[in-house]
């Protein structure tokens, strides 16, 4: 995709422009991502830090609930070419959204405190980190970043590792440490990469758009 000065960039199906609409998507998929990457930051900052007392663990609940928000937002505003992972990945976060709220009632501790006693619990609550690691995983495809690359396999074997009760708790530690260190780092990279490439080919997405149109 090349831009001449005039921003008119060349797509596969033809020229195409960027409107300040699509900039101003991209700034909020930035800024969404950036709140989760904080809030899951503080989070794991918080329970590492300063331990599982009630206060930290209600904090915890705080955090989570931004981070869940924030990704929500995000999913809205990414640009995927393929509407079906597009919705897939909307879905995902929404079953891990809901069932955050059924653990929230159905157990008496704090969120937090639920999931780490009843790892059982992330067959729903894992839904909302599979839209994360989604992201993850179309970042690291589309811009071959590092980071994403880690955090794409980093994210489901913490998951899963504590699913099955198979990881120390040193390394489940280990491992949620890099996972916020990771996440800061691509979100702050986000916020220093060019706005373009985020958009993407928008010629692309017309013609996608064209053939689900004509098979309907």
């Known amino acids: 995709m090349q831009a001449v000065e005039s921003e008119i960039y060349q797509g596969q199906f033809g020229k195409f422009t960027i409107t300040q609409s699509d900039r101003q998507s991209v700034v909020i998929y930035r800024t969404a991502l950036m709140i989760a990457a904080l809030c899951f930051g503080g989070g794991s900052i918080a329970v590492l ?15 989570y609930a931004g981070f869940c928000l924030a990704l929500g937002v995000a999913l809205v505003y990414i640009h995927i070419y393929m509407a079906a992972l597009h919705r897939a990945l909307q879905a995902f976060w929404a079953v891990g959204c809901i069932a955050s709220i059924v653990v929230s009632i159905q157990y008496p501790e704090p969120l937090a405190m639920a999931v780490y006693q009843h790892p059982i619990t992330l067959l729903g609550i894992g839904f909302t980190f599979v839209a994360l ?10 811009f071959n970043r590092f980071e994403t690359k880690f955090l794409t396999v980093i994210v489901p074997l913490l998951l899963l590792g504590h699913l099955i009760s198979q990881l120390p708790i ?28 985020d958009i ?17």
């Open 133 to 142: 690691t989604g992201i993850f995983f179309k970042e690291a495809f589309c």
């Open 170 to 197: 040193q390394a489940e530690q280990t491992l949620l440490e890099v996972w916020a260190a990771l996440f800061l780092v691509f979100a702050v990279r986000k916020v220093l990469q060019a706005i373009p490439p």
């Open 200 to 216: 993407g080919d928008k010629t692309v997405f017309d013609h996608l758009k064209a053939d689900r149109s004509s098979a309907v």
């Open 49 to 63: 830090g300063f331990g599982a007392s009630p206060e930290i663990l209600n904090l915890l609940t705080w955090f």
